[in-house]
């Protein structure tokens, strides 16, 4: 009479103890892949909201040939992102030139007052870059910009957002 009762305790035991390891195994594995796929959805995310238009009604924005300069003003919208930097592509026959642009400083690039001190768009503002090409394009067409934007310690380059012809300067 207790063997029988000693066998239904351990078969009880038993499958309390898988039900408490499975709920366990289902809690650690929980606990590690929601963080990558919370992160993997900011980044999918990040670019949805990020846009920067590149400004050729206020005169801002042109091509020097004699200088072999482009001045482009870029503006930000009022969409909540956190810029991190800019991508800006001169392109022209049949090639392009890619300038990073971060604030602090940007080799070849420089604020519209001279300065070297490289400052980003805030929201709703813009801002005007004076590039220096040099000879590394023949030919001057068009300027392209691609926002990066911040998720976390990750910096994402988003597509390009706004793409202009450039015409010389008057």
Do not use: H
Request: charged fraction near 15%; glycine fraction near 10%.
């Amino acid at each position: 009479m207790f063997c029988k009762n000693k066998q239904a305790v351990s078969a009880l035991v038993a499958t309390v103890l898988l039900i408490l390891i499975t709920v366990a195994a289902v809690g650690i594995i929980w606990g590690a892949i929601m963080p990558m796929l919370n992160q993997a959805m900011e980044m999918g995310q990040a670019c949805l909201n990020a846009r920067l238009t590149i400004d050729t009604i206020s005169g801002y924005t042109c091509y020097n040939p004699t200088t072999t300069e482009a001045m482009i003003m870029i503006g930000r919208g009022a969409e909540e992102f956190d810029l991190a930097g800019m991508s800006l592509v001169i392109s022209g026959g049949g090639e392009s030139k890619t300038f990073l642009i971060k604030t602090g400083g940007t080799s070849g690039v420089k604020m519209i007052g001279g300065t070297a001190t490289i400052t980003l768009p805030e929201s709703n503002e813009e801002r005007t870059y004076r590039v220096f090409l040099g000879t590394n394009l023949s030919k001057v067409e068009e300027a392209k910009v691609a926002p990066i934007a911040k998720v976390g310690n990750t910096d994402k380059t988003c597509d390009i957002s706004s793409k202009v012809p450039l015409t010389p300067c008057s």
